[in-house]
């Protein structure tokens, strides 16, 4: 209970307010993992390499196309950046748009195979198993989170795999006011600390998934869930998942040249869909 009150009071945000004249200014791009945290990989890539091949692409065009935005990177090399700096750097920013980049990736399931067979003293014949660990590799498609309420017993692989990298942190029972990424019982607290600009921070990742349909790609939705690196945002922020590294077509297709203009077109157009919508004269 202390830690639960200890959080509603700290947590404060100057919130922005689409008001007259107001602008996008600064977008914050943060390539998922890094250093590390970066285990996540498919049949010849890493999570943190397409994460930040792709953040950098955006961010490039983002500068060409949108000279009066400014882009600030959480990262721009292959190191490790706590979650709790991550929206840092954000939120010191000032900026008026977080996306994070992340690539998915499907569980290891076991299962039990038989490898052969053996013929016991009476001549019966019985099988050899083994058990070995899989993952799908057919699992394909976009979707994008946005901070949400969670749920006591959500345990979903996103949340683990995401929320993971907090172990990862020297100070993180400091860092996140003892919250254990371990406990289900945490995650009502994180959940807690999304801010009020859950609407807009919905309605640019329709926007983005938007524009995955319009490549082609298949849409797996926009959902809240309690992800560490959005809770403390103060200002709208996505994480969107731009593929399956797990699943080889879509590996290929995020490392190819074609996949990242295309990934990083859909990304740009979104953001200039919604500073149309936020942003008056």
């Given at each position: 209970m202390m830690v639960f009150i200890s959080l509603l009071t700290i947590i404060s945000f100057d919130n922005q307010a689409f008001s007259q004249g107001y602008k996008i200014k600064t977008i914050v791009i943060d390539a998922g993992h890094g250093g590390k945290d970066g285990a996540t990989r498919g049949a010849f890539s890493t999570e943190k390499e397409v994460a930040l091949k792709t953040a950098l692409n955006l961010g490039k065009?983002?500068?060409?196309?949108?000279?009066?935005?400014?882009?600030?990177?959480?990262?721009?090399?292959d190191v490790f950046v706590p979650l709790y700096d991550?929206?840092?750097?954000?939120?010191?920013?000032?900026?008026?748009?977080?996306?994070?980049?992340?690539?998915?990736?499907?569980?290891?399931?076991?299962?039990?195979?038989?490898?052969?067979?053996?013929k016991l003293k009476s001549g019966k014949r019985v099988p050899i198993r083994k058990t070995v660990y899989?993952?799908?590799?057919?699992?394909?498609?976009?979707?994008?989170?946005?901070?949400?309420?969670?749920?006591?017993?959500?345990?979903?692989?996103?949340?683990?795999?995401?929320?993971?990298?907090?172990?990862?942190?020297?100070?993180?029972?400091?860092?996140?006011?003892?919250?254990?990424?371990?406990?289900?019982?945490?995650?009502?607290?994180?959940?807690?600390?999304?801010?009020?600009?859950?609407?807009?921070?919905?309605?640019?990742?329709?926007?983005?998934?938007?524009?995955?349909?319009?490549?082609?790609?298949?849409?797996?939705?926009?959902?809240?869930?309690?992800?560490?690196?959005?809770a403390r945002a103060g200002m709208p922020a996505i994480l969107t998942e731009i593929g399956f590294i797990s699943n080889p077509e879509e590996e290929e297709y995020m490392n190819s040249e074609l996949g990242q203009a295309e990934i990083t077109r859909g990304l740009f157009n979104a953001i200039s869909t919604y500073r149309k919508t936020v942003e008056h004269n």
């Open positions: 065009l983002i500068e060409a196309e949108m000279p009066d935005v400014r882009v600030v990177y959480t990262r721009t090399s991550r929206i840092g750097v954000a939120n010191e920013s000032k900026a008026d748009l977080f996306i994070s980049i992340h690539c998915n990736d499907m569980p290891l399931r076991r299962s039990t195979v038989t490898t052969g067979y053996r899989r993952k799908s590799t057919s699992t394909r498609g976009t979707e994008t989170f946005v901070s949400g309420m969670g749920r006591m017993n959500e345990q979903d692989e996103v949340i683990k795999r995401e929320n993971a990298a907090i172990l990862l942190e020297e100070n993180y029972q400091e860092n996140y006011q003892g919250f254990d990424p371990n406990n289900p019982e945490n995650y009502i607290i994180l959940s807690l600390m999304k801010n009020n600009f859950r609407e807009a921070s919905l309605n640019f990742a329709k926007m983005v998934q938007n524009e995955y349909v319009k490549a082609g790609r298949i849409d797996r939705g926009v959902q809240e869930k309690s992800l560490a690196v959005l």
